[in-house]
C-alpha cells in the first residue's frame, strides 16, 4: 500500500511535472531532427553523437564568452557540420547508413572526451570556477539560459510546476509545430516527403533528391545539437562527459513511436520524459525507503519504457519506404 501511495504522491507532486518537461526537451529536438532526415529516406543514428558534440561546444563558447547564447549557436555550426558529414558519406557515396552514424557516435565520444582537459582544464565534468583559475579568466560568465517567469501564482500548482522555464523549452514546442507545418503543408515538406517514399518517382518530376535529403540531414544537425546544448546551457550549466547518456537513442525510438510525425514524435517524447521524471521523483520520495544498492536500477526506467513501448508498437507504425536506402541516380 505504501508504493500506491507513493506513485499516487508522485503524480500529486508539481515537481512531477517540471522534471517531466525538463526531461522531455532534448529529446524533442532529437526527435524532430530524427524526423526532418528520415522523412526524406535517410537514418540517422548519429542523433547520439551529435548531441554530445552540441552539449559540449555550447558549454565552451559559453565559458569562453560568457554567453550561452553564443555557445548554442557555435554547437549549430557544429551539428550542421556533423549532419553534414553523415550526408556525404550516406548520400553522395551511398554509405551504409548505420555504419556512418555509428562512427560519428565513436567520434564524438572520443573527441569530447580527449578535449576535456585542454579545453576545460581538467577530465570527467567541468568546474566552473576552477575553469576560471586555471584559464585565468575574471569576467563573470552565466553557463545557464535565463528562464523565463511566468505569470501563475507562485504557491499554486502550475506556480510550483511552471512558474520559470527555459526559453529553450518553449523553442522546443514551437519548433515542433514549424516542422510539422513545413513537413505536410508546404512544398518543400511534399517534396520531402516524395523523397523518403519514391526517390525515382521524385527524380522523374524535377525534384533534385540529393539535395533534399541533404537538407533534411543537415536539419537533424540543427535540431539534435541544440537538444545537446539543453542538456548543458539549457539546464545544468556544465558538462559531463558522456552527458547524453543514450538520449539520442531514446529520441529515435520516440521518432519511430511518433509515425516520423513531428507531434507524435513530441507526444512520445513526453510520455519517456515521464518515465525519467517518475522514476526520479520515486527514488527520492519519503513514503518508501530505496535502498543505494537499487537506486541504479530507477535509471534503467526510460530504456524499459522504450524496448516496451517500441515492442509493443512493432508493426502499427509505417516508415517512408526509401527509409535507408541509398538512391543511386539512374545516367
Known amino acids: 500500500m505504501r508504493v500506491i501511495e507513493a506513485i499516487l504522491d508522485v503524480f500529486r507532486n508539481p515537481q512531477f511535472y517540471s522534471i517531466t518537461l525538463t526531461a522531455s526537451t532534448p529529446l524533442i529536438y532529437a526527435s524532430l531532427g530524427g524526423v526532418f532526415s528520415e522523412v526524406t529516406g535517410v537514418v540517422n543514428i548519429a542523433l547520439e553523437g551529435i548531441m554530445l558534440m552540441g552539449a559540449f561546444v555550447s558549454t565552451a563558447f559559453a565559458y569562453y564568452t560568457g554567453n550561452p547564447w553564443i555557445g548554442i549557436l557555435m554547437a549549430m555550426v557544429v551539428g550542421v557540420g556533423i549532419a553534414w558529414l553523415h550526408a556525404w558519406a550516406s548520400i553522395k557515396w551511398w554509405g551504409d547508413q548505420i555504419v556512418s552514424g ?26 566552473l570556477e576552477k575553469f576560471k583559475m586555471i584559464k585565468h579568466i575574471t569576467k563573470d560568465i552565466n553557463p545557464i539560459i535565463r528562464p523565463i517567469k511566468l505569470p501563475f501564482p507562485e504557491n499554486s500548482f502550475l506556480g510550483q510546476a511552471f512558474g520559470t522555464i527555459s526559453p529553450l523549452v518553449i523553442l522546443a514546442f514551437v519548433s515542433v509545430f514549424i516542422g510539422w507545418f513545413i513537413i505536410y503543408k508546404t512544398t518543400l515538406g511534399l517534396r520531402m516527403r516524395s523523397v523518403g517514399e519514391n526517390p525515382e518517382a521524385a527524380d522523374t518530376l524535377g525534384v533534385n533528391v540529393y539535395r533534399i535529403r541533404y537538407f533534411g540531414v543537415l536539419m537533424s544537425g540543427v535540431f539534435a ?59 527520492s520520495s519519503k513514503l518508501i525507503e530505496v535502498s543505494s544498492s537499487v537506486k541504479p536500477l530507477f535509471n534503467m526506467v526510460p530504456f524499459i519504457v522504450t524496448l516496451i513501448v517500441i515492442g509493443g508498437f512493432i508493426g502499427k507504425t509505417r516508415p517512408p519506404a526509401a527509409d535507408g536506402i541509398p538512391y543511386k541516380k539512374s545516367e
Not at 102 to 117: D, N, S, V
Not at 242 to 257: D, E, K, P, V, Y
Open 102 to 127: 555509428t562512427a560519428i557516435i565513436l567520434i564524438a565520444q572520443g573527441i569530447t572526451g580527449f578535449l576535456m582537459k585542454p579545453v576545460f582544464g581538467q577530465v570527467g565534468q567541468t568546474d
Open 225 to 283: 545539437s541544440i537538444g545537446g546544448a539543453f542538456l548543458s546551457v539549457g539546464d545544468t550549466g556544465i558538462f559531463k562527459e558522456l552527458m547524453t547518456g543514450g538520449r539520442g537513442f531514446i529520441a529515435l525510438a520516440a521518432m519511430i513511436l511518433g509515425n516520423w510525425n513531428p507531434i507524435g514524435a513530441m507526444f512520445a517524447s513526453l510520455l519517456f520524459g515521464a518515465s525519467e521524471a517518475f522514476a526520479n521523483q520515486l527514488q
